[in-house]
Structures are given as C-alpha cells and as structure tokens.
C-alpha cells in the first residue's frame, strides 16, 4: 500500500500533537484565600516574612486549626500536611509576581492559588487580587 506526503504530514502532526499532549501540564486544583492577620504568624506567634511561609500557615490554619477568614475557599492538596510542607519548592518552580510577594507579606488581601502537575513536577501560580 502506497501512501502520499499528505498522509505522511497527518501521521507527522498527530505525532507531534500527541507528543505535546502528554507533556502539557494539568491543573490538578484551584482555591481562593483571603491572607489575614492570623495567617502572618506562626503556631510560636513569630511574625512570618516569606510568601511561601504565609501561603502555608493559611492552608494549616484553614485545615488543621479550624481558622479561616471569608472569602476562604478549601482545597483537597493542602488538606494534607505533607503537601504543605512543599509549598515553598511549588512556588519556586511556578510563578508570583513581586508585587503579589509584597502584598501577601502586607496581608488583608485575596489571592487565588492554582496547583498544577508538570512534568518537573507539582508547582504553583499565585496571583494576588
């Protein structure tokens, strides 16, 4: 059987595509918080200066202690304490822009917290509202 360059050009792009695909990231979930004053401290009531810090006592104070502000949504990833503990190599491989660093050290500010898979592994994109 005898096939033409176009077909060879279908076969080649949906290699190419399928390749893509299995590569492409995949949002595993996404969850609103509202930082606030108790999210800034530690359980040893030290002042917390890092985002990552802050974005990971939130997620233990909304989990484990029962304290959430409004506009706290839940998430299933950091309901689990081994994944908080990753928060700062998730950021460092995902993206928060400067100013979103500064505001979620300031706090009383929204931010909305996508976690995806990649195939460098999990990581997050933190965007301040």
């Known amino acids: 059987m005898k096939f033409g360059t176009g077909f060879a050009a279908v076969i080649l792009a949906a290699t190419m595509f399928g390749a893509h695909a299995a590569r492409a990231d995949q949002l595993i979930e996404e969850y609103n918080a509202f930082i606030g004053e108790d999210d800034l401290y530690n359980s040893s009531n030290a002042r917390l200066q890092e985002p990552w810090q802050i974005i990971r006592q939130d997620r233990a104070n909304f989990h484990r202690f029962g304290v959430s502000q ?3 949504q839940s998430d299933s990833f950091f309901a689990d304490a081994g994944n908080r503990e990753l928060v700062e190599r998730m950021i460092s491989r995902g993206t928060i822009e400067r100013s979103a ?6 706090g009383n500010v929204m931010i909305n917290v996508r976690i995806f898979r990649g195939p460098r592994g999990d990581y997050v994109n933190v965007l301040v509202y």
């Not at 660093?101 to 300031?106: C, E, L, P, Q």
Request: positive net charge; hydrophobic residues 35%; glycine residues 12%.
């Open 70 to 72: 409004r506009g706290d």
């Open 101 to 106: 660093r500064s505001a979620i050290v300031r």
